[in-house]
C-alpha cells in the first residue's frame, strides 16, 4: 500500500517538482508540540533539586559559627557550606547551643563553651521542627515545599522513574487509541492534556497528588509522542520520511532547552511550572486547526471527509488538478486484495509473537543485540542529560548545551545512514561513547569545562545512536514481525529510561558510577553490532528467509522458505514497512 499523498498525487509533476507547502506547515506545526514533551520530560531536573539544609532549631538564634567564621544569621553560613557532613553550630537567645546537621541535631551540654569544635556531652534529637533550606539559588523546589530529605529522600528520588512508568502507560495507551479514533482527536486531547495537567502540578498541595498529576502529565505527553510521529509519516514522503521523522526529536531537544532557560529565569517550583506549561500555549490553541490525515480516513471508509483535505491540500501547493478518491477506490481496492494475497503467503496463516523474535540462534542473537542497543541508548540519552546539573560550573547552561548538541547529532545520524550505512555508522558512535565515559572518568574533577564538553561528546554520540536504531530495526526483521520487533524494542527503551534515574542516583555510591555503566553498556552493545548485517541499499524484507539471508545462510524460522513475491507486490509491502515502521517510534 503506498502513502496517501502519494497515491492521489503521483499523476501530478508539479507536487514532484517539490511544492509541499501544505505538508510542511503541517509538519512544523505538529512537531512544534514535540518542544512540550521536550520540556515535561526534564522538568524535575531543576523542580526537584535538593539545595544545603540543615536541622530547625527551637528558638531565634542569636550568634552562628561555621569553622572560622561567625554571622548572627544561618543563611550566611551556605555560602561556606562545603559538604553534606558539614555542620552549622548555633546559640539560641535563651544561650543554649547547638549543632545542627542535616538530618540530625544535637544540644551541647556546656552553653558556656561556644566553639566549634566540642568534645564535650551532648543531647541528639531528630529533626521535629523541621529544615532550614539554602535559597541562594532556588527559592523553592518541592523538595523544600514537602521536606523530602533524610528518611523522605527517596520520595524525592521517585519523581522522575514514576513520570517514566507514565510514558510506557501513555505510548501503549495512546498508540492504540490513535488507531481506533483518528490521529487528530488524540492530538488534540494530548495536547489539550499536557497544557491543563501541567498548570494542574503547579498548584497541587501535598506529594502524593503531586506525583499523580505528573503520572497523568507523562501519559499525554508520551500519547503525543507517538501520535506526532505517526501523523507526520502519513503527510511526508518516503523520500523526506528519515529526516523528518529523526528531526521530530530535534524538537523534543529544544525543549530541554527551554528547561534550561526556564530554570535560570524563574527560581520558584510552582512558577517555574507554570512558565514551562504556558511556552507551548499557542500550539494548543492552534492545534484545532489541524485536519484528520486522509490515510486514516480512507482506511476507515469516510471517503468524503478525505476528499475535502486533499483539495485543501492541492490548493495550498497550487495543484490544478487534484485527483478524485472515488476515482482511486476502485485502483486501491484491487491493490488491498493483492496485498491481502500477498501477506496471507507471507504469514503462513500463523499469528506472530515476541518469541518469534527468538525462534533460531541466528534471530534471537540479533534480537538481543538489538535490544541492547535500544536499551544502552535510552540509559545513555537520560543519564548525559539528568546528570548534567551536576557536572559544575553553571548548571543552567550545562543543560542548555546538553539538549543543543543534540540537534547536529540528528543531522550526522541521517547523513551517516545514507552515505556509510547503518551498521557503519552505528558501531562508532557507540564505542566512541563508551570511550568518552572512560575519559571523563580520568579527567580530574577540578577541570570542569573539560568535564562538560566530554559529556557534550557523549551524549552526541549516544544521540546519533540512539536516532538510527529505530529505522535500523525495522530494516532487519520481515514483514510479519517488523511492527512487533519495532515495539519490542520500544519496550526495552523505556526499560532504559525507567533505569536512569536510579543509575544517576548512584554518584552518592561513586561519582562515576553513571558513566561506568553506560561506558560498559555502550563498549558491549558496539562489539555486538558487528554481528548485525548492513541494510544500506538493501529492500525491506518480507520472509524469515529474507531477513536470515541478511546476516547467514541459514534456514529460516519457518522451516520453510516461502516463494518470493512478484515485483510489484515486493514494493507495495515494502511502502508499507516504511510507512509504519515509525509508528511505535518511542
Known sequence: ?????????????????????????????????????????????????????????????????????????????????????????????????????????????????FTYEYDGNKSDFSCSDGFIYDQTKWKSTIVTEWDLVCHREWLAKLTQPTFMLGVL?????????????????VMWLTSTGQFLFGIAVAFTFDYYSFVIVRFLLAMVSSGYLVVVFVYVTEYVGIKARTWAAMHVHAFFAVGIMVVAVMGFLVRTWWVYQIFLSITTLPFVLCCWMLPETPFWLISERKYEEAQKIVNVIARWNKVSTPCKISELCSVQQDELVNDRTCANDISTTKKHNILDLF????????????????????????????????LGGNEYLNLFLIGAVELPSYVVACIGMDKLGRRNTLIPFLISSAVICALIMLIPQDFSILIILANMAGKFAIGVAFGLIYLYTAELYPTVVRSLAVGSGSMMCRVGSLVAPFCVYLTSVWIFMPQLLVGIMAFLS?????????????????????????????????????SRLSGAASEKIEMLGQETHVYEHL
Not at 547467514?552 to 524460522?557: A, P, R, V
Open 169 to 185: 502507560l501513555g505510548a501503549v495507551i495512546f498508540g492504540d487509541v490513535a488507531d481506533r479514533m483518528g490521529r487528530r482527536h
Open 526 to 562: 558496539g562489539m555486538l553490532t558487528f554481528m548485525l548485517p548492513e541494510t544500506l541499499g538493501k529492500p525491506l524484507t518480507n520472509t524469515w528467509a529474507d531477513a536470515a539471508e541478511l546476516g547467514t545462510n541459514k534456514d529460516s524460522c519457518s522451516g520453510k522458505s516461502p
Open 1 to 113: 500500500m503506498v502513502t496517501l499523498i502519494q497515491l492521489l498525487l503521483s499523476s501530478n509533476k508539479e507536487v514532484h517538482s517539490g511544492r509541499r507547502v501544505f505538508q510542511a506547515c503541517v509538519y512544523l506545526a505538529s512537531a512544534f508540540q514535540a518542544i512540550s514533551c521536550g520540556i515535561h520530560y526534564l522538568a524535575s531536573v531543576f523542580m526537584a533539586v535538593t539545595p544545603n539544609f540543615v536541622c530547625r532549631v527551637p528558638g531565634n538564634v542569636s550568634s552562628v559559627l561555621f569553622h572560622n567564621s561567625s554571622s548572627s544569621r544561618i543563611e550566611d553560613a551556605w555560602t561556606l557550606w562545603t559538604s553534606a557532613k558539614s555542620y552549622i553550630v548555633v546559640q539560641l537567645e535563651n544561650g543554649d547551643i547547638w549543632e545542627l546537621n542535616q538530618c540530625s541535631r544535637s544540644r551541647r551540654e556546656d552553653s558556656l563553651n
Open 359 to 390: 525462534c533460531n540462534w541466528h534471530i534471537a542473537r540479533r534480537t538481543i543485540t538489538i535490544w541492547l542497543i535500544w536499551f544502552t541508548g535510552s540509559l545513555g540519552y537520560y543519564v548525559f542529560s539528568l546528570s548534567s546539573v551536576n
